[in-house]
């Protein structure tokens, strides 16, 4: 069963140098990276169109090897069966609160796959959708900016949201931010009890990527 470090910086391969891929895998991995994050987008949920199994059947043999897995960010509308496509190459999988009006049954079809459970809400999304279903959940991934587009601005309203959905939730169950971290950002929301930090222009818009996840990685602890 895969199980998330107590505290992770995870880089998000949408921003990475697909000419270059392997290279900064391998680069990361040496750096101490074990948790790759992908995100996957459907141009309906979200106005992009990102990353698809090829990708995370290709990548997922290397990064367990190293010990490591992938953790699989669903921005997909009606996400049941892009759960079973990702399932054999991921060790993690969130779907969106916002996507699905069945989301009891997608916990529970992530977690029959052997995967870590999460739940991502957007920035305006209220608190009250992860209390419904606490019970089922690894990990709840905060979404710090309108999901879509790496680059965005940080939104200053997360670090309250972590904290009060940190006093909620139990204690075994994660808390994920991802969008606009970076040196700036990262100890606000790990102050207010986030424990897994996905980068993504942070990291691989940075002149040595390895340089930057090393850097954030030691801001973690």
């Not at 391969?13 to 900064?24: K, W």
């Amino acid at each position: 069963m895969n199980v998330f470090p107590r505290r992770a910086v995870l880089p998000s391969l949408m921003s990475a140098d697909f000419l270059h891929l392997g290279d900064q895998l391998d680069g990361l991995l040496e750096a101490g990276a074990r948790i790759f994050h992908i995100d996957v987008m459907d141009a309906r949920f979200v106005p992009n169109l990102a990353l698809g199994t090829g990708l995370a059947q290709q990548i997922a043999p290397v990064v367990r090897e190293a010990g490591g897995f992938l953790d699989v960010h669903l921005m997909v509308e009606r996400p049941g069966h892009v759960i079973d496509w990702f399932a054999p190459h991921a060790g993690a999988i969130s779907v969106h609160a916002e996507a699905d009006p069945h989301i009891h049954r997608l916990l529970g079809q992530i977690r029959e796959h052997g995967c870590l459970a999460g739940l991502a809400i957007n920035p305006a999304t209220p608190l009250a959708a992860v209390e419904t279903v606490m019970e089922m959940l690894d990990y709840v991934n905060v979404m710090c900016i309108n999901p879509g587009f790496a680059g965005q601005p940080f939104l200053d309203t997360t670090p309250e949201r972590v904290a009060r959905l940190r006093q909620v939730l139990p204690p075994g169950v994660r808390i994920q931010v991802d969008g606009g971290i970076g040196p700036e950002t990262l100890p606000s929301v790990r102050d207010a009890g986030a424990a897994l930090f996905v980068s993504a222009s942070s990291i691989f818009g940075a002149p040595d990527p390895v340089a930057m996840y090393s850097r954030l990685a030691e801001a973690v602890g």
